[in-house]
């Protein structure tokens, strides 16, 4: 019997994360500028770095936390969700990550097999999680392609005719990896279509403060919602894997269910962690948009680097940290575009691949500082122009072997 014949099938079938596969890529190129990876170029906030450095030799953060969290860190979310996000009747569980507080809720409310909705292009970790819980039926709608917005007639019709009704639908907003904001009117038809069908809804707002052009963001409530947030964008906590669940506190039993996951899972996150995300949020959620502001030229010199692409070609942006781009219809296998920019032009993006739209990039705009980014966009565009009048220069068979791996890596 083969290896693979004793792994589980669950995991063997989830995807390569893509993440993953473009850093091996990254540490292959030398000196190659990164557009890949969802970060953001600055760290937490001093103050509360240098309050973090009395904690260290204090026995309370050597010790298990409370699984929901430390009760600082919750009262200061509750108080935040009320004031910020206008969520009043939502309890709160903290979490290592966004994504962890994802897989929390899959296990919690899916069971094996079960249908759940997303729309395309999708977070590529979020579809992983389903995979590995083996909810195999997973209904990708599609975006409006002028807006990406989701459709929702697709979604009306879906819920409607769908046998079990689809216990989730999951949707980030704003969008990793569109960066495109679904505003409220839809947010809450979405919300409107799942209570009316019974399914859940989930939606991720780690990008809650990065809004441009004007665009507020807002959440919704509801006893079949469930949002998530996250510290490590806004206030760059990336490493320090902090995020949080905001679930309805009227739902019985999600409470208990969370907590038994939870406690199988981290047990609690980081307590050093936990607290660092409290004194940054002390700092105020200015601290944060001031910095977003910041990002809005890194925007502006990546877009004018994707314009060898056409009119047309570059979506998103409005939100998040992303751009979302079409390739020419030749380049439907995005991996190779994606390789190839690395190692001729030293500059990396991802592929819309494990998005589920072949042939297009991702292309984020939070990682570097604006003179950086300048270098980095004048590389993109170099290849872009390249590729548009040239096509891709031939690569050596060891070239292609890699190539492959990348492509086979997302699906």
């Known amino acids: 019997m083969g290896t693979i014949a004793r792994l589980a099938r669950r995991a063997v079938k989830t995807n390569t994360p893509i993440m993953v596969e473009i850093q091996e890529l990254v540490r292959g190129v030398p000196n190659v500028m990164s557009?890949?990876?969802?970060?953001?170029?600055?760290?937490?906030?001093k103050e509360a770095l240098e309050r973090?450095?009395?904690?260290?030799?204090?026995?309370?953060?050597?010790?298990?936390?409370?699984?929901?969290?430390?009760?600082?860190?919750?009262?200061?979310?509750?108080?935040?969700?009320?004031?910020?996000?206008k969520l009043v009747r939502?309890?709160?569980?903290?979490?290592?990550?966004?994504?962890?507080?994802?897989?929390?809720?899959?296990?919690a409310l899916c069971d094996a097999g079960d249908s759940v909705v997303m729309f395309a292009p999708y977070y590529f970790?979020?579809?992983?999680?389903f995979q590995m819980t083996d909810v195999t039926?997973?209904?990708?709608?599609?975006?409006?392609?002028?807006?990406?917005?989701?459709?929702?007639?697709?979604?009306?019709k879906t819920l409607a005719e769908t046998k079990p009704v689809p216990k989730v639908v999951s949707v980030v907003n704003p969008g990793n990896p569109s960066g495109t904001y679904i505003p409220e009117h839809l947010l809450k038809r979405i919300s409107d279509l799942c209570r009316q069908a019974g399914s859940w809804l989930i939606v991720d707002n780690t990008?809650?403060?990065?809004?441009?052009?004007?665009?507020?963001?807002?959440?919704?409530?509801?006893?079949?919602?469930?949002?998530?947030?996250?510290?490590?964008?806004?206030?760059?906590?990336?490493?320090?894997?902090?995020?949080?669940?905001?679930?309805p506190s009227e739902v019985e039993g999600l409470s208990a269910q969370l907590l038994k996951i939870q406690d199988n899972i981290p047990i609690c996150a980081s307590v050093t962690s936990q607290f660092l995300a409290l004194y940054s949020l002390e700092m105020g959620p200015e601290w944060v948009t001031e910095r977003?502001?910041?990002?809005?030229?890194?925007?502006?010199?990546?877009?004018?680097?994707?314009?060898?692409?056409?009119?047309?070609?570059?979506?998103?942006?409005?939100?998040?940290?992303?751009?979302w781009a079409k390739l020419p219809d030749e380049y439907v296998d995005d991996t190779q575009v994606v390789r190839w920019l690395a190692r001729r032009h030293g500059v990396v993006v991802i592929p819309g691949r494990p998005c589920g739209c072949p042939g297009h990039i991702r292309i984020a705009f939070g990682g570097l500082t604006e003179d950086d980014c300048k270098?980095?966009?004048?590389?993109?565009?170099?290849?872009?122009?390249?590729?548009?009048?040239?096509?891709?220069?031939?690569?050596?068979?060891?070239?292609?072997?890699v190539v492959e791996q990348l492509h086979n890596s997302t699906g």
């Open 125 to 129: 970790n979020a579809y992983m999680s």
């Open 137 to 156: 039926n997973i209904l990708v709608g599609p975006g409006n392609p002028v807006t990406l917005h989701p459709d929702l007639d697709w979604l009306e």
């Open 292 to 323: 977003v502001k910041e990002l809005v030229k890194n925007r502006e010199i990546l877009l004018a680097a994707l314009s060898p692409l056409g009119q047309g070609s570059v979506k998103g942006g409005e939100g998040a940290i992303y751009l």
């Open 90 to 107: 939502s309890s709160v569980m903290v979490t290592a990550g966004a994504n962890q507080a994802f897989v929390n809720l899959v296990l």
């Open 375 to 401: 270098v980095a966009a004048a590389r993109l565009r170099r290849g872009l122009e390249e590729l548009m009048k040239d096509g891709m220069v031939q690569e050596s068979v060891n070239n292609r072997m």
């Open 35 to 45: 557009l890949a990876q969802g970060v953001v170029y600055w760290q937490p906030p």
């Open 207 to 247: 990008y809650e403060y990065f809004m441009y052009d004007g665009l507020k963001h807002t959440c919704i409530e509801g006893d079949h919602i469930v949002n998530i947030f996250s510290f490590s964008k806004a206030y760059g906590m990336m490493g320090w894997r902090v995020g949080y669940i905001a679930y």
């Open 52 to 85: 973090i450095k009395d904690l260290i030799g204090e026995p309370i953060v050597s010790r298990y936390g409370a699984d929901e969290g430390i009760p600082e860190l919750r009262e200061a979310l509750l108080q935040k969700l009320r004031e910020e996000n």
